[in-house]
């Protein structure tokens, strides 16, 4: 037997899980399915940007500057620090567990507004005048029926051809986050946000870092949501000041 929903929503990430919320904050019953995994292996809700993207890349970025200022300018503020060293681990332990906040935090909106949460691939088994019937394939496999669909799966990295992501020399943001140790030399292919920012940790860092970016680094910084032109010409001038090349 199906249950039934008002709304249906395919995807956890921060088109889903506000969608859901707000449907259910204006009294729809909401139902969110969602097939993400953490590294324990337990439902983590967020998508690929709490996950895998804007979420750790902001706490690596927060940590790493912390590194640099403690390296080459917390002197000039009276502060002296002897013996630094990074403890990269320890920084990625971190990370991780802003992520899980974050994963907790959308939890408890999901119980405190009443939204069904159920685990797992979503996808349409039969739509009618009355709406959409959605299957869940998961651990327990679901039948849903929706009145109203929303599909907010959000995104995945491309690979270029015949260089597939092994996740240890070629990677994609998931493996740009998990490096264990700090690469002597990084190439980021593309200037967008997650680019710059996952360039910005490592050369932190120690890495030497440059950027690729086929229709100029600082077009794609202007074709941006968070970049005009004159912030996109100072990003590439923060850029090349502070090591990180950009083609």
């Known amino acids: 037997m199906a249950q039934s929903f008002d ?5 956890g990430g921060p088109g889903g899980y506000v969608a859901a919320i707000r449907a259910a904050q204006l009294g729809l019953k909401t139902a969110c399915v969602d097939e993400w995994r953490g590294a324990d ?11 895998v993207g804007c979420i750790p890349s902001k706490a690596l970025l927060q940590s790493s500057e ?11 503020h009276g502060v002296r620090v002897k013996g630094l060293e990074l403890d990269l681990a320890q920084m990625l332990r971190r990370k991780d567990k802003v992520v899980k906040a974050n994963n907790d935090g959308i939890v408890y909106l999901f119980k405190k507004n009443k939204i ?20 869940v394939k998961g651990a327990q496999n679901e039948t849903l029926a929706a009145k109203n669909v929303i599909v907010a799966t959000g995104s995945n990295p491309r690979a270029l ?6 996740e240890k020399l070629i990677l994609s943001n998931t493996g740009a986050l998990e490096i264990p140790e700090v690469p002597k030399r990084l ?3 593309g200037a967008g946000v997650i680019g710059l920012e996952m360039g910005s940790v ?20 202007r074709q941006t949501h968070c970049f005009n032109r004159p912030a996109a010409e100072y990003g590439r001038h923060q850029c090349r000041s502070r090591g990180t090349e950009a083609r």
């Open 187 to 189: 190439g980021i292919i």
């Open 202 to 221: 490592w050369r932190r860092l120690g890495s030497e870092v440059t950027i690729l970016e086929r229709q100029g680094a600082e077009r794609r910084l």
């Open 116 to 135: 069904a949460f159920f685990h797992g691939r979503g996808s349409f088994a039969k739509a009618g005048a009355d709406g959409c019937e959605i299957a």
């Open 41 to 51: 292996g337990k439902p983590a809700l967020g998508g690929a940007c709490t996950n």
């Open 66 to 76: 912390n590194f640099e200022q403690a390296g080459h300018h917390f002197a000039e």
């Open 7 to 11: 709304v249906v929503v395919i995807g």
């Open 161 to 166: 051809p015949g260089t597939e992501f092994d």
